[in-house]
């Protein structure tokens, strides 16, 4: 995607939109970015804090939503009801995974006409410790932002797990974001498509 054509689609959505409307934009943004851009291309990060905004929209049940692009932080804001919440995002990826190199062999893959099977060792899925060292890293550098107490922040646990240590993995929520959630408003952690409140005004979030 050319420079011209990527700051287009940001204007666009930094724009006040209702979270359905946000939502179609953000798909046919993806679409034009191809199977592959919004992961492999320089400059896309706009599309994953879109997504990201989307999916807190969702949870969060805002009337509105946009990007705060070109602005350099946070990422983007809600309006629920007369309220304007911003919040910085961030991704906790593992540390021997590089999310471009992955989907250029997929892309290249699909090009010789092959499907991209990707192999996913059960020794690969994340663990309780895996998950706490992942949200403690991204929360410890997002936490001395001057920023952070000005807004929320969203990490997005991009990694899988398909065994049983589902609920000893949201368990370590609290105590892993800890440094961020002195700091800043509240702390979210998405993961499995489920936003989880963990912090809120510097205490462990109710529920």
């Given at each position: 995607?050319?420079?011209?054509?990527?700051?287009a689609w940001i204007?666009?959505?930094?724009?006040?939109?209702?979270?359905?409307?946000?939502?179609?934009?953000?798909?046919?943004?993806?679409?034009?970015?191809?199977?592959?851009?919004?992961?492999?291309?320089?400059?896309?990060?706009?599309?994953?804090?879109?997504?990201?905004?989307?999916?807190?929209?969702?949870?969060?049940?805002?009337?509105?939503?946009?990007?705060?692009?070109?602005?350099?932080?946070?990422?983007?804001?809600?309006?629920?009801?007369?309220?304007?919440?911003?919040?910085?995002?961030?991704?906790a990826i593992g540390?021997?995974?590089?999310?471009?190199?992955?989907?250029?062999?997929?892309?290249?893959?699909?090009?010789?006409?092959?499907?991209?099977?990707?192999?996913?060792?059960?020794?690969?899925?994340?663990?309780?410790?895996?998950?706490?060292?992942?949200?403690?890293?991204?929360?410890?550098?997002?936490?001395?932002?001057?920023?952070?107490?000005?807004?929320?922040?969203?990490?997005?646990?991009?990694?899988?797990?398909?065994?049983?240590?589902?609920?000893?993995?949201?368990?370590?929520?609290?105590?892993?974001?800890?440094?961020?959630?002195?700091?800043?408003?509240?702390?979210?952690?998405?993961?499995?498509?489920?936003v989880h409140r963990?912090?809120?005004?510097?205490?462990?979030?109710?529920?």
């Amino acid at each position: 995607m050319e420079a011209a054509e990527r700051n287009a689609w940001i204007a666009k959505l930094s724009c006040w939109q209702d979270p359905a409307q946000f939502g179609r934009l953000v798909s046919e943004c993806h679409e034009a970015l191809g199977q592959f851009g919004a992961m492999i291309e320089h400059g896309t990060g706009f599309w994953r804090d879109a997504w990201l905004a989307q999916q807190q929209s969702i949870h969060l049940k805002a009337c509105s939503v946009r990007l705060l692009h070109p602005e350099p932080y946070p990422d983007f804001a809600l309006m629920l009801g007369t309220d304007e919440l911003r919040f910085e995002a961030t991704e906790a990826i593992g540390r021997l995974r590089r999310r471009g190199d992955e989907y250029r062999e997929d892309l290249r893959l699909v090009e010789q006409g092959i499907l991209p099977v990707r192999q996913d060792p059960a020794d690969a899925w994340l663990s309780p410790e895996m998950a706490f060292e992942l949200l403690q890293q991204r929360a410890s550098a997002k936490a001395c932002k001057p920023y952070a107490g000005a807004c929320g922040l969203l990490i997005y646990l991009n990694e899988s797990e398909y065994g049983s240590n589902e609920q000893a993995i949201r368990d370590t929520f609290l105590g892993a974001t800890e440094p961020a959630g002195l700091t800043f408003r509240t702390v979210d952690v998405l993961w499995h498509s489920q936003v989880h409140r963990v912090w809120d005004s510097g205490k462990p979030a109710a529920g």
